[in-house]
């Protein structure tokens, strides 16, 4: 079956940076779109990026563009999320995402941008 499991999630000072890893199984990880999303407390959970394995082509929300860079190990079933200049605003968990037919979501990993 498919599973998504993020890891690298953490606490962080403004500027600073973290990079999250979802490991993904259960399906051809090479061929799908995958994304990023995050959810702020009491907030709507919003797309941050996707990336097109198949082609490569990647794109961010505004917010994150220039800061956060999404990439894929093929080899390795595995989706990350590189964050820099990390904001207080960018505290939310963070989820890895797939749509193949049915949308499947990992767990999510906790990112807190406190100083």
């Known amino acids: 079956q498919v599973q998504l499991v993020e890891s690298g999630g953490g606490l962080v000072q403004p500027g600073g940076s973290l990079r999250l890893s979802c490991a993904a199984s259960g399906f051809t990880f090479s061929v799908y779109d995958m994304s990023w999303y995050r959810q702020a407390p009491g907030k709507k959970r919003e797309l941050v990026a996707t990336?097109?394995?198949?082609?490569?082509?990647?794109n961010y929300a505004d917010s994150v563009r220039g800061r956060f860079t999404i990439s894929s190990d093929i080899a390795n079933n595995t989706l990350y999320l590189q964050m820099n200049s990390l904001q207080f605003e960018d505290t939310a968990v963070y989820y890895c995402h797939v749509q193949i037919i049915y949308t499947y979501w990992g767990r999510g990993s906790q990112v807190t941008v406190s100083s």
């Open positions: 990336i097109d394995n198949l082609h490569g082509s990647t």
